[in-house]
């Protein structure tokens, strides 16, 4: 619970952006969030400073604290975060041309650039602090959250998000073990859900294909087809068979075995296609679909991010539209729906 003064701390705060009072918490949990204290302007990260390979990261104990800018921020002290692919290529600056158009000057690029960057984007941890308009978390809350590429990311003590990138953590599941899930989870859920159109009431019976099954995009989407009660084939390579078996998959196929287009084409044909590999599986994967009936196939790799980061945004974007649009009106003309998913990218 919070001491009323610590109220009036909060509603304060953003007419100064004077960071004070976590000694304002009273039970115990709140004292032991509290060993950062707020009079002080840096924490410790892990940060990089130009793009390129490993030798980049640096540890500091020296990083901007982080602010609220906004009254729907919350401030979460980070007990875990994990690494995603996404930071693998960010810190070899993929994704840098686009997400700059992005960055808030206010909390990214206030020297100019976006350096030095903290990258990490899923988080298990505690609220210390929320804006004016945020009224679903309090201080002391354990919660989880994806934070966007284009903010500062999690490999810190404490991030800045925004309060509907947030939400209560289970509390079945430990820290540790929450901030696994997030940002996979999400872009799971992003492709079947809300792009793929796949829902709880609607899956019974459906054959699902999910292509590169063993990564933590296909592990998340392989368990939650099945809680729907889709039947999944996936493929691996021979190390994770039987894992993806444990996790509930129907038929599981080693890519690595023989030619994995011809044992997928002896199976009967597919209701959707999520595919976490692309790039040769878009040539022959459409047709692995049930024409004419619905069918969607949703790549996880689009041409996009690339293309901006090669050519600039704006011949990027055409180039990106041209192939991204001629694929998906291929598609429809064989009986099947393409789609890229880019909104993990521009929600
Ligand atoms: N992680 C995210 O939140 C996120 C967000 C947006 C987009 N994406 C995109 O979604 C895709 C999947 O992401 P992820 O996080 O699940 O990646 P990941 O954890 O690296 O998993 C990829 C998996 O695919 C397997 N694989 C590689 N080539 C394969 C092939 N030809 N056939 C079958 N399996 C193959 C790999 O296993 P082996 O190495 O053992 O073969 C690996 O386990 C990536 O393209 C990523 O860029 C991811």
Redesign the pocket.
Known sequence: MLHSASRKVGRGFLGNSVRIGVNVFQNDTCRKISTSSRKQTVMPAWVIDRYGNNSMLRFTKNSLFPILHYPNEVMIKVHASSL???DVSMRNGYGAAMLNMRRDPLNIKAAGNEFPLILGRDVSGVIMETGLNVSHFKPGDEVWAAVPPWKQGTLAEFVVASANEVAHKPKGVSHCQAAALP??AL?AWSALVNTGGLKKDNCKGKRILI??G?????TFAIQLMKAWGAHVTT???E??VSFLKDLGADHVID?KARS?EKQLKDLKTFDFVLD???GHTEHWALNLLKPWSGATYVT??APFVLNTDRLGIADGMVRSGITMGSKVLKSFTLGYMMVFLLK?LFK
């Open positions: 995603n692919p996404i940002y996979v872009t292509l590169g063993s990564g933590g995009v296909g493929t691996c390579a190390a994770a890519y994995v976490n590999v692309g996880l790799v993990i």
